[in-house]
């Protein structure tokens, strides 16, 4: 069945350093990609959607690219904040549920 | 616009005990689905509504079953709560069925003692 693997955490950095959270995933089709963000005490908050390969969704200074060569979809960003710290979750979404990692604790200290 | 709104926020029930949890969707989308997060985890998929019918289910045994209304509200009951069924309930909107974004609620913190 479909599924999603992340990066295990928790990740550390310093304010300004560069972030990349790892995520592949497994699906029988053509599955939509996405990057969820919970902060703490907090619901879901979509950050970013790819639907095809090869597309780049963006937001906040976040990227992710779609590559179905490699079944991934990584989470970059070049300069992290404080306020970025939470939990970032990949998850992907084909026919009727959307299956999510395990999340990625990030801090950022300042 | 109105955001997804859930309740209510936290819920202490005993084992055994049955509880409905409620949620309002986004204006404007008729699907909702539900996810249980426990702790530490992802949430994982319970059921989805679209046009008040259950389109699509994971995992998850008949004690979960849950309604959604004309107005495309929904509710989840659980029935015969166990201890295990402690978690936050996340209920998500979309516009339609399929490979759309999700907008989710704050979530239900449910404590099964």
């Known amino acids: 069945g479909n599924s999603v693997t992340q990066m295990e955490g928790p990740v550390t950095l310093s304010e300004e350093a560069f972030l990349t959270i790892n995520c592949t995933y497994t699906?029988?089709?053509?599955?939509?990609l996405f990057w969820y963000v919970q902060y703490p005490g907090e619901g879901l908050q979509l950050l970013l959607k790819a639907t095809k390969a090869d597309d780049k969704g963006s937001n906040k200074g976040f990227e992710a690219t779609y590559r179905k060569e490699t079944t991934s979809f990584h989470l970059e960003k070049g300069s992290v904040q404080v306020s970025d710290s939470a939990v970032y979750f990949c998850?992907?979404?084909?026919?009727?549920?959307?299956?999510f990692g395990a999340g990625t604790r990030l801090t950022v200290k300042p | 616009e109105t955001g997804v709104t859930q309740s209510p926020t936290h819920l202490i029930k005993t084992r055994g005990q049955q509880v409905t949890l409620r949620c309002s969707s986004q204006?404007?989308?008729?699907?909702v689905s539900w996810y249980q997060q426990a702790l530490g985890q992802g949430p994982q998929f319970i059921f989805q509504?679209?046009?008040?019918?259950?389109?699509g289910r994971g995992n998850f045994p008949p004690r979960f079953s849950g309604l959604q209304f004309p107005n495309y509200s929904s509710e989840l009951n659980v029935n015969a709560l166990e201890l295990d069924d402690s978690a936050l309930y996340l209920c998500?909107?979309?516009?339609?069925?399929?490979?759309?974004?999700?907008?989710f609620g704050p979530g239900t913190r449910l404590t099964v003692t």
């Open positions: 998850a992907l979404s084909e026919r009727n549920d959307m299956r």
């Open positions: 998500a909107s979309s516009f339609l069925a399929g490979n759309y974004e999700q907008y």
């Open positions: 699906a029988t089709g053509y599955p939509s």
């Open positions: 509504y679209y046009r008040e019918e259950e389109n």
């Open positions: 204006s404007g989308h008729n699907t």
